[in-house]
């Protein structure tokens, strides 16, 4: 679809910037596989001057034009930009479909999210209000005690390129609501709507230097944020790998993070389902954008007794998903990210082959598609848990199937992985239901369904998916430093040293 890419510099301190370093990143239409316009590559230098501004918006008038301002002038802002997002939705929709290559439905509901995502905590920082000076009981009477809550300060924020708009909104929109002022390092594999959205700050009036976009690589723009000794919290979406590096970096200032890492999530089917509707579940449980979520339920155990026919109804289902252009009508499956994702995938699925594992449905890519990063829905049987598709995170459109006969062995198959996400239970036994929800060591678990996310529950994981919750009150919570504050309201001394 012929759509023109705005061209954009780093926003910074309220302003279109140019990299100090002049350089540029080419942007490819993961659906054509051709470059069509390029984005700003930040480098240390742009950092600086980045946290600079972020730092002076967050002292700025001893803190009276956003950190120590009230939630709810800080709440107008971020009921603003939703206005805005909801305004612009059509143009957000377009590039984030054209950028990241995910079916044209899927970004309409996304940018939905980013609207309600910014309503939500306008609500949360209003509610601030209310809790501040909160009473704390105390043993003796002389003394009086509340809690304050205030914003930690500048945070660098990290965003993937699965969701691009709405994950950066997830870090934005309660980092602003607690009063933080921010630098913004989004993927620089997607970050077309992310700049874009530096034109909704200016639009409503955002003060400078509260929200700064830095697009650019890892290591060159990512990393100086996480090491600046200026930035108070860093919160990442991503990779376990890169997590544990911004964690070690984090570590030497002692600095605080929020990690939402890697998956290898399980869906559990017991008998007792409705084989059509678990089947829907599946298939959208791990296909859904374009197989890369982090949370992806990619590993299905299903009971012995119903796994032919579950098998059997899931390859069919499958082969019927439409995989084309994302911009196409009905579009349910488009390309991964990048070539450099495309055969990452690939190599899981050779491997898996070479390991024993059947490839029985997908593997390759589409016949009708002979551009673009287009890989078929895959599922994969004939599974052992020392293969490398049943322990790592393939990021794709790939499910592994394995067969269980007890609720014990679901479990211990379920937990069988270093990561910790999320997880899935079907059945209609909502009592087994329930002991399998409390089981599996993960953040999340959805019960008879796979993937429903709301801006008002919390999100994040356990074990090497990271620590930390995003969303919700606890979304807000994590920007937020809690300082107590006593005061002696007794006219008597405190007697402990003897007068002179």
Same mark, same amino acid.
């Given at each position: 679809?012929?759509?023109?890419?705005?061209?954009?510099?780093?926003?910074?301190?309220?302003?279109?910037?140019?990299?100090?370093?002049?350089?540029?990143?080419?942007?490819?239409?993961?659906?054509?596989?051709?470059?069509?316009?390029?984005?700003?590559?930040?480098?240390?230098?742009?950092?600086?001057?980045?946290?600079?501004?972020?730092?002076?918006?967050?002292?700025?008038?001893?803190?009276?034009?956003?950190?120590?301002?009230?939630?709810?002038?800080?709440?107008?802002?971020?009921?603003?930009?939703?206005?805005?997002?909801? $305004?612009?939705?059509?143009?957000?929709?377009?590039?984030?479909?054209?950028?990241?290559?995910?079916?044209?439905?899927?970004?309409?509901?996304?940018?939905?999210?980013?609207?309600?995502?910014?309503?939500?905590?306008?609500?949360?920082?209003?509610?601030?209000?209310?809790?501040?000076?909160?009473?704390?009981?105390?043993?003796?009477?002389?003394?009086?005690?509340?809690?304050?809550?205030?914003?930690?300060?500048?945070?660098?924020?990290?965003?993937?390129?699965?969701?691009?708009?709405?994950?950066?909104?997830?870090?934005?929109?309660?980092?602003?609501?607690?009063?933080?002022?921010?630098?913004?390092?989004?993927?620089?594999?997607?970050?077309?709507?992310?700049?874009?959205?530096?034109?909704?700050?200016?639009?409503?009036?955002?003060?400078?230097?509260?929200?700064?976009?830095?697009?650019?690589?890892?290591?060159?723009?990512?990393?100086?944020?996480?090491?600046?000794?200026?930035?108070?919290?860093?919160?990442?979406?991503?990779?376990?790998?890169?997590?544990?590096?911004?964690?070690?970096?984090?570590?030497?200032?002692?600095?605080?993070?929020?990690?939402?890492?890697?998956?290898?999530?399980?869906?559990?089917?017991?008998?007792?389902?409705?084989?059509?509707?678990?089947?829907?579940?599946?298939?959208?449980?791990?296909? =859904?954008?374009?197989?890369?979520?982090?949370?992806?339920?990619?590993?299905?155990?299903?009971?012995?007794?119903?796994?032919?026919?579950?098998?059997?109804?899931?390859?069919?289902?499958?082969?019927?998903?439409?995989?084309?252009?994302?911009?196409?009508?009905?579009?349910?499956?488009?390309?991964?990210?990048?070539?450099?994702?495309?055969?990452?995938?690939?190599?899981?699925?050779?491997?898996?082959?070479?390991?024993?594992?059947?490839?029985?449905?997908?593997?390759?890519?589409? $016949?009708?598609?002979?551009?673009?990063?287009?890989?078929?829905?895959?599922?994969?049987?004939?599974?052992?848990?020392?293969?490398?598709?049943?322990?790592? $995170?393939?990021?794709?459109?790939?499910?592994?199937?394995?067969?269980?006969?007890?609720?014990?062995?679901?479990?211990?198959?379920?937990?069988?992985?270093?990561?910790?996400?999320?997880?899935?239970?079907?059945?209609?036994?909502?009592?087994?239901? $329930?002991?399998?929800?409390?089981?599996?060591?993960?953040?999340?678990? =959805?019960?008879?369904?796979?993937?429903?996310?709301?801006?008002?529950?919390?999100?994040?994981?356990?074990?090497?998916?990271?620590?930390?919750?995003?969303?919700?009150?606890?979304?807000?919570?994590?920007?937020?430093?809690?300082?107590?504050?006593?005061?002696?309201?007794?006219?008597?001394?405190?007697?402990?040293?003897?007068?002179?």
């Amino acid at each position: 679809m012929a759509f023109p890419m705005p061209v954009r510099q780093l926003f910074i301190d309220g302003e279109w910037r140019e990299p100090l370093l002049k350089n540029r990143i080419p942007i490819i239409n993961p659906s054509t596989e051709e470059i069509i316009g390029d984005i700003p590559a930040a480098t240390a230098e742009d950092v600086e001057v980045a946290v600079v501004a972020a730092r002076k918006a967050f002292k700025r008038n001893k803190g009276r034009d956003w950190a120590a301002t009230s939630g709810a002038h800080r709440a107008r802002y971020l009921r603003a930009i939703a206005a805005k997002i909801t $305004e612009r939705k059509d143009h957000f929709v377009k590039l984030e479909t054209l950028d990241s290559g995910k079916p044209l439905d899927e970004a309409v509901l996304d940018i939905d999210d980013v609207a309600t995502c910014f309503e939500y905590f306008a609500g949360q920082a209003e509610a601030l209000d209310a809790k501040q000076k909160a009473p704390v009981t105390l043993p003796m009477d002389r003394f009086k005690s509340h809690v304050l809550r205030q914003p930690i300060g500048v945070v660098g924020l990290i965003s993937p390129w699965n969701y691009p708009l709405l994950m950066a909104t997830w870090k934005i929109a309660p980092a602003l609501a607690a009063g933080c002022t921010a630098v913004l390092k989004p993927s620089e594999l997607a970050s077309v709507t992310c700049l874009e959205f530096g034109e909704v700050c200016n639009e409503v009036g955002l003060p400078p230097g509260v929200l700064n976009i830095l697009t650019g690589l890892g290591p060159d723009a990512g990393a100086p944020i996480v090491s600046h000794p200026d930035v108070d919290k860093i919160a990442f979406t991503g990779s376990s790998a890169t997590g544990s590096k911004i964690m070690a970096s984090a570590a030497q200032l002692v600095k605080p993070v929020t990690l939402e890492l890697g998956g290898k999530s399980p869906v559990i089917m017991f008998e007792d389902i409705d084989i059509e509707t678990a089947v829907e579940w599946t298939l959208f449980g791990v296909f =859904w954008t374009n197989g890369q979520i982090c949370s992806a339920t990619s590993r299905l155990l299903v009971h012995e007794s119903i796994a032919a026919e579950f098998v059997d109804r899931m390859v069919k289902w499958t082969k019927n998903i439409k995989i084309s252009d994302p911009f196409e009508e009905g579009c349910r499956l488009g390309p991964v990210i990048s070539k450099g994702q495309y055969d990452k995938i690939m190599n899981f699925i050779s491997t898996a082959k070479s390991e024993g594992a059947t490839i029985l449905c997908g593997g390759s890519r589409p $016949e009708h598609l002979k551009k673009g990063y287009y890989i078929e829905p895959t599922i994969i049987t004939d599974i052992t848990t020392s293969m490398q598709i049943w322990k790592e $995170e393939v990021f794709g459109p790939v499910i592994c199937v394995k067969t269980f006969s007890t609720e014990d062995e679901a479990i211990e198959l379920a937990n069988d992985t270093e990561y910790g996400l999320a997880g899935a239970v079907f059945s209609k036994d909502l009592e087994r239901c $329930e002991r399998v929800t409390k089981a599996l060591e993960v953040g999340a678990v =959805w019960v008879n369904c796979s993937q429903p996310c709301f801006v008002h529950a919390p999100w994040g994981g356990v074990k090497r998916s990271g620590f930390g919750r995003e969303l919700g009150e606890w979304g807000i919570e994590n920007y937020l430093n809690i300082k107590q504050v006593t005061s002696d309201i007794s006219d008597e001394p405190w007697g402990w040293y003897k007068s002179p």
